[in-house]
Antibody, heavy 121, light 108 residues
Framework: QVQLVQSGPEVRKPGASVKISCKASGYSFTSFAMHWVRQAPGQRLEWMGYINAGNGDTKYSQRFQDRVSITRDTSAGTVHMEVSSLRSEDTAIYFC??????????????WGQGTLVTVSS | SYVLTQSPSVSVAPGQTATITCGGD??????VHWYQQKPGQAPVLVIY???DRPSGIPERFSGSNSANTATLTITRVEAGDEADYYCHVWDTTTDHVVFGGGTKLTVL
């Protein structure tokens, strides 16, 4: 069955960077794309970006495009997201979510369990 | 940027019908998906492409989309349906995924 398993919780100081991972299994990794979505405490879901796991093409939210980098390792079936210049407002749970195919308008049909990133001095 | 507007909360008694709306400019022309999120859990897809249900989602969940409003309807509401519900579209103008603000469904 499809599984997305994310890396564990992280604590960083303001100004630092964090790299979190999402390991996929149970399907053909390169036949789908992957989103990253975050959720601050008590807040809405917020889209950060997307990677086509087949060819590595990425799209980023304008809000984050200067601070976020999404990559994939096809041999490991893993997608990574690095967020730089962290600030306290970046404290949130970060989810990876599989896009059902490559079409940008497709649903996110499977989600990882989430990774809590805490930014605190 | 494209905005999706959801009512913050909806309350219904068990056995009744819950209607959750998602407003957006000409949303009827977009593909709309809906997610259920319970406290401390990841979202779960409950409706995709306006009205399709993934396997395992009860027939009590249905969706529609027209003009400026997409709607998620849950009939014969149960206590286990209590959750936050989010709508999702892809905005072709900005090439961004957009989520609504979420609606908290309370089962009285």
């Amino acid at each position: 069955q499809v599984q997305l398993v994310q890396s564990g919780p992280e604590v960083r100081k303001p100004g630092a960077s964090v790299k979190i991972s999402c390991k996929a299994s149970g399907y053909s990794f390169t036949s789908f794309a992957m989103h990253w979505v975050r959720q601050a405490p008590g807040q809405r879901l917020e889209w950060m970006g997307y990677i086509n796991a087949g060819n590595g093409d990425t799209k980023y939210s304008q809000r984050f495009q200067d601070r976020v980098s999404i990559t994939r390792d096809t041999s490991a079936g893993t997608v990574h997201m690095e967020v730089s210049s962290l600030r306290s407002e970046d404290t949130a749970i970060y989810f990876c979510a599989r896009n059902n195919g490559y079409y940008y308008g497709a649903p996110a049909d499977y989600w990882g369990q989430g990774t809590l990133v805490t930014v605190s001095s | 940027s494209y905005v999706l507007t959801q009512s913050p909360s909806v309350s219904v008694a068990p056995g009744q019908t819950a209607t959750i709306t998602c407003g957006g400019d000409n949303i009827g022309r977009k593909s709309v998906h809906w997610y259920q999120q319970k406290p401390g859990q990841a979202p779960v897809l409950v409706i995709y492409y306006h009205s399709d249900r993934p396997s395992g989602i009860p027939e009590r969940f249905s969706g529609s989309n027209s003009a400026n409003t997409a709607t998620l309807t849950i009939t014969r509401v149960e206590a286990g349906d209590e959750a936050d519900y989010y709508c999702h579209v892809w905005d072709t103008t900005t090439d961004h995924v957009v989520f609504g603000g979420g609606t908290k469904l309370t089962v009285l």
